[in-house]
């Protein structure tokens, strides 16, 4: 499940090896990140600074409307934030664009987060709760079924951050029935197409998206209805919760980096604090292996 390429050996890696391991639902791992981290004093400054300025999980750049939504600071502070997480999305960007060019025609870069807080005993209400096993949908608006890569990076000087798994959305598809249900919605089928309204709504956010960018958040297809459904099963049924089945934790050392499919994956941060994440929004199309997508394994089932 996890392929691990020290940053020295990257370029001596199969072409194809990143490629085929993340659209597999596999892990890359990567021993030191190879996408430059911020100065040790920005670094101190994340890691110091906002777990005081900041009470929720994520302060997440937008480069949709460039800012920092809900962030209330000191102007120097927000500027200082935004350029660090800025740079930060920047360089990831040029790491796919390098490693996998085949992904980057019509993608979407999107959102760089920094997550201070730490995941353990939080004490939140399930769906908010990172700590449950669960695989990702919808994020900031509707995919329509193109794929979540996330790339992330601990940077905590002294603690891993730990990851659990149960298998690849296919395995638990397969495995438990109840996920096959929750998708459909109460429907004989799991529906996947947009319909007429679906397609008037989502012509009416985009409209109105260009002027109030992140009004995109609210776009939503059957599709991303279908994974959200799925989603809030495992977080929200303490029968499936239960059970371990499959079930392995995976460890990240300080400064180390992975990279996922996180629609494609299930996955939980059972403890960790200070990391890095960006997420990229890559076309369906632009896979080698669309049959091994979600969106292709609800439609077999559909």
């Given at each position: ?144 079924g193109n794929r979540l890569l996330r790339f992330f990076v601990n940077v905590n000087p002294t603690e891993d951050r730990v990851w659990g798994t149960k298998g690849s959305f296919g395995d638990l598809i397969a495995r438990y029935p109840e996920l ?123």
């Amino acid at each position: 499940m996890v392929d691990r390429y020290p940053l020295r050996a990257l370029d001596d890696a199969a072409p194809d090896a990143v490629r085929e391991t993340l659209e597999a639902s596999g892990v890359v791992y990567f021993e030191k990140s190879p996408v430059p981290l911020p100065s040790d004093e920005d670094l101190v400054f994340l890691r110091e600074t906002l777990p005081s300025q900041h009470r929720v999980k994520n302060i997440s750049y937008h480069p949709e409307s460039d800012s920092i939504p809900r962030f209330e600071a000191a102007s120097d502070v927000q500027e200082r934030v935004k350029a660090i997480l800025k740079a930060h999305r920047e360089g990831v960007a040029a790491f796919f664009s390098n490693a996998v060019p085949t992904w980057v025609p019509n993608w979407t870069v999107g959102t760089t987060s920094f997550r201070s807080a730490e995941e353990r005993g939080r004490d939140l209400k399930p769906r908010s709760s990172n700590e449950i096993v669960h695989i990702d949908a919808g994020a900031y608006g509707a995919t329509n079924g193109n794929r979540l890569l996330r790339f992330f990076v601990n940077v905590n000087p002294t603690e891993d951050r730990v990851w659990g798994t149960k298998g690849s959305f296919g395995d638990l598809i397969a495995r438990y029935p109840e996920l096959s249900m929750a998708a459909r919605g109460g429907r004989d089928r799991v529906k996947l197409e947009k319909g007429v309204g679906d397609k008037l709504y989502s012509g009416v956010v985009n409209g109105l998206s260009k002027a109030y960018p992140l009004l995109k958040v609210i776009d939503s297809s059957p599709y991303d209805r279908a994974m959200r459904r799925v989603h809030n099963y495992m977080k929200d049924t303490e029968s499936f919760q239960q059970d371990l089945t499959g079930y392995q934790e995976i460890r990240f050392p300080p400064y180390s980096a992975w990279s996922v499919f996180t629609d494609g994956i299930s996955h939980s941060a059972v403890s960790g604090r200070f990391a890095f994440i960006t997420t990229i929004l890559v076309p369906l199309a632009n896979l080698s292996h669309p049959e091994l997508a979600p969106y292709e394994v609800l439609a077999s089932i559909a």
